[in-house]
């Protein structure tokens, strides 16, 4: 009887704060955001390569406070906090900004039925940027890092019935000497910075799983049908083996048992990835016990291709996906949403924007300096784009970064020109150990993490110059720790000889200086270029920002799409001089930034993908 009424406590409680919340603010928002209730935000299971049937969601309205950071914990909560948005976005229902010495707390319950011989793991997909984690008022654990998913293992700490999970976040975003990983969040968000995202910025779950169980799977498939399947074990047994079975659809092609928990299997007749034929193979991978038995099992997926890089007849080195050359063309992405900033409002709303791009055949998207969650990734593989993986960014607060002094500026007849410069200047910011460190294992859990997508072939370990520092020892960890991908040392950044990849940034137009020899071993991209603006009424975020875009915005929209169609035909001429991939700048407005081919609100096309079809094509920009 207690326990029933402690349920109906709950039903009537989640009633009241969902009564209780709705969107903060004015500004813009998108159709999906429109649409969001605590009812149906985010519900799908958010960690497609890795699938159980036995998890409940945990997003929804949370309780919270925010206190001065010597608080130990709060006297008084606040009802009506939607998770999983940060506290400054308009859909968490609170929309303020935190202070330096201050932090958030969440609180909230859920319901378990008692689980006999099954352990129970907490699964955030992000939370910027520190916290520690309670479960029924003991520690579960702490998380540095507010761009990737964490997980603990909180079976001795649930009971059956109600149970309460409790957060304290901290975020100092780019307060001074942090060296926080955190992209372009910015507290002064002017120009091409934007608003902090403090917080639960993305999906919590909580999973039951076997004793002995799947912790993560690491698969290598490549353009010969070959799969390399490894997982890492937790639990009980010692003595696991792997079960693979790879299916076209729901057609068993081939199983394999392995002697350990990794496996090699091969598939005849492979069916290849590419962005024109994103075919995907369905996985089931099953842990088995020392009698035969089926201790766990996930669902999955791969696609088979290999990314690389060949060199053509005119000696430039270009991209390759399955032995074949292909230019990469795409926008810069940044991942912000008007509502939701960090996290897209829906998964419809991730779907809808990539539909769009792959009507103008774009086959590319660089993901700039953040990780989305890997519902994205997902949609991604399937639909078939590459992705220009970027590490997010920081450092202590600007000071420390290093002059830009790409090599091709220091050129005798550039120095003699430009008095600022002069060679031995730095190039690599100074880091301390302990920022590079933390620095190196994000980076790291980053490559782990997105790992098993097909649709990633670049990591790029730094953004121009920003927060660059020990350049080529990261950059040789990189190629060493995942030599299936190419690598981008520093997109428009300071170049330095390691890794695939030579990048130069040019707005509003693109060029490349090819006629560097330093350059002849390398793949050259324009990693940034275009950025037109166009400012379309009534979808702005802030009409009294500076809306601004590159060379200065065009004074009618047949000059804003004139401007486009010639950085199209520069860049196809560029291909034909051995360029292999071009990012134009960018898929969305976001904030004061107006030079998207959408609105912030995703509700005006600025150029029809149909239009934009046709340019690409008349450039020589799309694959045939």
């Known amino acids: 009887?207690?326990?029933?009424?402690?349920?109906?406590?709950?039903?009537?409680?989640?009633?009241?704060?969902?009564?209780?919340?709705?969107?903060?603010?004015?500004?813009?928002?998108?159709?999906?955001?429109?649409?969001?209730?605590p009812d149906n935000v985010w519900d799908e299971y958010p960690r497609p390569q890795m699938e159980r049937t036995q998890w409940q969601n945990l997003n929804g309205l949370w309780e919270y406070a925010i206190t001065s950071n010597s608080i130990v914990t709060p006297k008084k909560w606040e009802q009506n906090i939607l998770v999983p948005f940060a506290l400054e976005t308009p859909l968490s229902g609170v929309g303020k900004r935190i202070k330096s010495d201050e932090v958030i707390w969440y609180k909230r319950t859920f319901q378990l039925t008692e689980q006999t011989n099954q352990r129970q793991l907490l699964n955030f997909e992000g939370v910027d940027y520190k916290c520690?984690?309670?479960?029924?008022?003991?520690?579960?654990?702490?998380?540095?890092?507010?761009?990737?998913?964490?997980?603990?293992?909180?079976?001795?700490?649930?009971?059956?019935?109600?149970?309460?999970?409790?957060?304290?976040?901290?975020?100092?975003?780019?307060?001074?000497?942090?060296y926080q990983l955190r992209g372009k969040q910015k507290r002064d968000n002017k120009g091409i910075w934007y608003t902090p995202s403090s917080g639960i910025w993305a999906p919590v779950w909580i999973e039951t799983v076997p004793q002995t169980y799947i912790k993560s799977v690491k698969l290598l498939a490549d353009m010969y049908g070959e799969l390399k399947v490894d997982a890492?074990?937790?639990?009980?047994?010692?003595?696991?083996?792997?079960?693979?079975?790879?299916?076209?659809?729901?057609?068993?092609?081939?199983?394999?048992?392995?002697?350990?928990?990794?496996?090699?299997?091969s598939v005849r007749n492979v069916k290849r990835w590419s962005p024109k034929s994103p075919f995907l193979y369905n996985l089931i991978i099953e842990l088995i016990g020392e009698n035969g038995e089926v201790l766990d099992s996930v669902k999955s997926y791969t696609g088979f291709r290999t990314a690389g890089k060949i060199c053509d007849k005119n000696g430039n080195w270009q991209f390759s996906l399955n032995g074949e050359k292909i230019f990469h063309f795409g926008p810069l992405d940044q991942g912000w949403w008007p509502a939701s900033f960090l996290l897209p409002p829906s998964d419809e709303a991730i779907i809808w924007e990539m539909e769009y791009l792959k009507k103008a055949g774009f086959n590319m998207i660089r993901k700039h300096k953040k990780s989305e969650i890997r519902r994205y990734y997902y949609h991604a593989d399937r639909l078939g784009f590459v992705i220009w993986q970027d590490q997010t960014s920081g450092g202590s607060g600007g000071s420390e970064w290093p002059k830009w002094q790409r090599p091709f500026m220091l050129s005798e007849d550039f120095v003699s020109k430009n008095n600022q410069w002069k060679k031995g200047d730095?190039?690599?910011?100074?880091?301390?150990?302990?920022?590079?460190?933390?620095?190196?294992?994000?980076?790291?859990?980053?490559?782990?993490?997105?790992?098993?997508?097909?649709?990633?072939?670049v990591w790029t370990t730094f953004n121009e110059r920003w927060g660059q520092h020990r350049s080529i020892e990261v950059g040789k960890w990189t190629k060493a720790y995942d030599p299936s991908r190419m690598l981008n040392i520093a997109s428009g950044g300071n170049f330095f000889e390691v890794g695939d990849i030579v990048d130069e940034h040019k707005y509003p137009n693109p060029d490349f200086p090819s006629e560097m020899p330093l350059f002849d071993n390398y793949i050259k991209v324009v990693g940034e270029f275009g950025g037109h603006g166009w400012a379309v009424k009534n979808h702005l975020w802030d009409k009294e920002k500076r809306n601004w875009g590159y060379g200065g915005l065009p004074k009618t929209k047949e000059e804003y799409i004139q401007r486009y169609k010639e950085s199209s035909k520069i860049l196809g001429e560029l291909r034909e001089k051995g360029i292999s991939g071009g990012v134009y700048t960018q898929t969305t407005d976001v904030e004061g930034e107006i030079n998207g081919l959408i609105t912030y609100d995703r509700k005006v096309m600025k150029i029809t993908p149909e239009e934009l079809y046709k340019i690409h094509k008349q450039a020589g920009l799309l694959e045939e």
């Not at 919340?21 to 928002?29: A, C, S, V, Y």
């Not at 309670?134 to 700490?157: C, M, Q, R, Y």
């Open 1 to 37: 009887m207690r326990q029933k009424l402690t349920i109906l406590v709950l039903i009537f409680s989640a009633f009241t704060f969902a009564q209780n919340w709705q969107p903060t603010g004015d500004k813009i928002k998108s159709t999906w955001a429109e649409k969001v209730t």
């Open 132 to 178: 520690m984690v309670w479960v029924n008022g003991e520690l579960a654990g702490s998380h540095i890092g507010g761009n990737l998913p964490f997980s603990f293992d909180v079976t001795k700490l649930v009971k059956s019935g109600a149970n309460e999970v409790m957060l304290r976040v901290i975020d100092g975003t780019d307060d001074p000497d942090l």
């Open 232 to 265: 890492i074990v937790g639990g009980l047994q010692k003595n696991t083996q792997l079960r693979i079975t790879v299916l076209d659809n729901d057609e068993v092609i081939t199983k394999n048992i392995s002697v350990s928990n990794q496996a090699l299997l």
């Open 426 to 457: 730095l190039v690599d910011a100074d880091w301390p150990d302990w920022a590079h460190n933390q620095y190196m294992d994000e980076l790291k859990t980053m490559i782990d993490v997105l790992h098993n997508h097909p649709s990633i072939v």
